[in-house]
């Protein structure tokens, strides 16, 4: 696909994006929208209440995601976000920036977090009760109100499974 050139990333043929008037690129690309974005953040202060529990560790260590957990807080730079948001189009699933076109892939992820990307697929749907799994797994049936859909209230989970910081 050709490009315009170092100061556009929009390919020649904008025909192929045809989401580009619902997405924040099109008030980039008119100068209208320059903000940084500064979406919701919850981790903080989750991880900030909340210490494993030694008794679920050895299942997170099993799980394979226990150096995520090691990982703590993360300080998130906003405005190279904002750049990516603004440079990816969902039609392509790329980012588009002034070189070409660039993706993320699955092997990026699995080395960037340490994460294992080999054995069973998991995939398909599920119809879950959610209340009766995690008093299966957690040995706690929370609350109707701590359940919306499929999530379950970080709140309510700090207060059920945290370890005593001491």
Do not use: N
């Not at 919701?40 to 226990?66: H, K």
């Not at 076109?101 to 699995?110: F, G, K, S, W």
Request: glycine fraction near 6%; aromatic fraction near 8%.
């Amino acid at each position: 696909m050709a490009f315009r050139g170092l100061r556009d990333a929009d390919p020649l043929d904008t025909s192929v994006l045809v989401l580009q008037d619902r997405h924040r690129s099109h008030l980039v690309d008119t100068k209208e929208f320059q903000e940084v974005l500064h979406p919701r953040q919850q981790m903080r202060a989750f991880l900030s209440m909340w210490r494993m529990d030694p008794r679920i560790r050895p299942y997170v260590i099993c799980a394979g995601f226990y150096d995520i957990y090691r990982l703590g807080h993360i300080i998130i730079d906003w405005p190279l976000i904002t750049c990516l948001v603004e440079r990816w189009r969902p039609e392509t699933h790329t980012f588009h920036v002034p070189v070409g076109e660039m993706t993320i892939t699955l092997q990026d992820v699995a080395i960037i977090l340490g994460l294992r990307i080999d054995g069973p697929v998991v995939t398909g749907t599920c119809v879950l009760d959610v209340a009766g799994l995690c008093g299966e797994l957690l040995g706690v049936i929370p609350p109707d109100d701590a359940i919306r859909g499929s999530a379950i209230s970080i709140r309510w989970l700090c207060q059920q499974l945290s370890y005593p910081i001491t």
